[in-house]
């Protein structure tokens, strides 16, 4: 499996972005996907994952200001973040995990090599 994210980039607060992660090499069509982000000195953390059903979760940091989207046709995850804040800059991955007994495992297997977003006050 191979993950490309993009769409990183400098924002100032308040502003929007859309990440893109394009997904490929598939060997099972039942996978979550998800977005996680790291920055410096601080542990990943699971921003928002989809799972086979579509369905959706966040983290709290982003709750009502992150949408998680996905194209089946392109295979492609997106991330539309809103209202940005200094505290969400952070290198930003993708992964994706297939489904283990019909769900989403904690450990995801396969990552992007991620893209950087800044945001400045």
């Known amino acids: 499996v191979q993950l490309v994210e993009s769409g990183g980039g400098s924002v100032q607060a308040g502003g929007s972005l859309r990440l893109s992660c394009a997904a490929s090499g598939f060997t099972d069509s039942r996978y979550c996907m998800g977005w996680f982000r790291q920055a410096p000195g601080k542990e990943r953390e699971r921003v928002a994952r989809?799972?086979?059903?579509?369905?959706?979760i966040y983290a709290d940091s982003v709750k009502g200001r992150f949408t998680l989207s996905k194209d089946n046709a392109k295979n492609t995850l997106y991330l539309q973040m809103n209202s940005l804040k200094p505290e969400d800059t952070a290198m930003y991955y993708c992964?994706?995990?297939?489904?283990?007994?019909?769900?989403?495992?904690?450990?995801?297997?396969?990552w992007g090599q991620g893209t950087q977003v800044t945001v400045s006050s």
């Open positions: 989809i799972g086979y059903d579509g369905n959706t």
């Open positions: 992964a994706l995990v297939y489904l283990r007994w019909g769900v989403c495992p904690q450990t995801y297997n396969y």
